[in-house]
C-alpha cells in the first residue's frame, strides 16, 4: 500500500504505513524497507530491485511513501526509472539491509540531481506516556530551519537540505508547531493541532519546493513503530497535522 500527502494535510490512521516493534511473520533473518518518492519534479517512477521490477513499487508519484516490504537481509541492487522507461535509469545504488532492522529507501534532490538516501528506522516504540520524532529535510531549494513549538522550544534546530535529526523523544500530546527560518526566526509553515499520540515513534519527512515551485512546501508524517501497550486513544488515535 501507498501513502501520500493530501492538499490539505495529512490524517495518519494508526494502522497506516506502521511497523510494530518485529510484528510476527517477519522472521528473525529479514529485513524490512520502504520507498519514498520525494523528488518534487521527478515524474512517476518504477523501482528494480536486482533487475526486476519490484511489486508494489512501480509507477509511483511524488510524495508517496510506501508500506514496509520484508525481504532476506543482504545487498540489493536498486535501480529507479521514469514509469514505463526501464532504459533510462536516474538512480543505480546498492543498498545493504541488516537483519531485524528497518529502513527507508528514499528519492531525494530534483531530477539533473536525484539520489537515493538510505536512512535506518527505528522499530522501537516509544515508552508509554512518550512520542519519539526525527525530522528529514528533503525540500531541495529549502534553507536550513527549525522544527520549534510555536512560543516555545526549539525542537529540531539548524536542519538544512538532506539532513535527518536523530529521534527526540517528548511528551505525548498534541503540539502548535511552526517550520521557521534558522537564520531570523521567519515561520515558512504553521503546524498547528499536531498530535503525537503516547507509545509511537515518528518520521516527519520535509518535502516539495519551498520558493514558489510546485509541488509546494508541506510535511508528510508517519508512524514508524507502535507500543502493544500504548496510551488510551486521542483523537481517534492519529498523528494530524492540519
Avoid at 511524488?62 to 535509469?89: C, H, K, M, R, W
Avoid at 493541532?193 to 515551485?213: D, E, M, N, P
Amino acid at each position: 500500500m501507498l501513502k501520500s500527502l493530501g492538499a490539505t494535510g495529512l490524517l495518519l490512521a494508526g494502522g497506516a504505513t506502521t511497523a510494530a516493534a518485529r510484528p510476527g511473520g517477519v522472521a528473525a533473518g529479514d529485513a524490512r524497507f520502504r520507498v519514498g518518492h520525494f523528488s518534487p519534479d521527478a515524474p512517476p517512477v518504477d523501482v528494480y530491485v536486482n533487475g526486476d521490477p519490484f511489486p508494489g513499487l512501480q509507477g509511483v508519484p511524488f510524495g508517496v511513501l510506501s508500506d514496509y516490504f520484508t525481504v532476506p537481509a543482504g545487498t540489493y541492487q536498486v535501480e529507479v526509472t521514469p514509469a514505463g522507461d526501464a532504459s533510462t535509469v536516474v538512480i543505480d545504488t546498492e543498498v545493504t539491509l541488516r537483519r531485524n532492522r528497518d529502513y527507508t529507501v528514499a528519492a531525494t534532490g530534483v531530477l539533473d540531481d536525484i539520489a537515493a538516501v538510505a536512512l535506518t528506522d527505528t522499530n522501537r516504540p516509544a515508552p508509554y506516556g512518550k512520542a519519539s520524532v526525527r525530522v528529514a529535510h528533503f525540500s531541495p531549494d529549502a534553507p536550513e530551519v527549525d522544527i520549534v513549538v510555536a512560543g516555545g522550544p526549539t525542537l529540531f534546530p539548524g536542519l538544512a537540505f538532506g539532513d535527518v535529526s536523530d529521534y527526540e523523544t517528548v511528551t505525548a500530546g498534541t503540539y502548535d508547531l511552526q517550520v521557521v527560518l534558522s537564520s531570523d526566526g521567519t515561520v515558512v509553515l504553521d503546524l498547528p493541532g499536531t498530535t503525537l499520540a503516547g507509545g509511537r515513534t515518528y518520521s516527519v519527512f520535509a518535502i516539495g519546493f519551498a520558493t514558489g515551485g510546485s509541488p509546494g512546501f508541506s510535511v508528510l508524517p508517519v508512524v514508524d513503530a507502535v507500543s502493544p501497550a500504548r496510551d488510551p486513544p486521542t483523537n481517534g488515535d492519529v498523528c494530524r497535522v492540519r
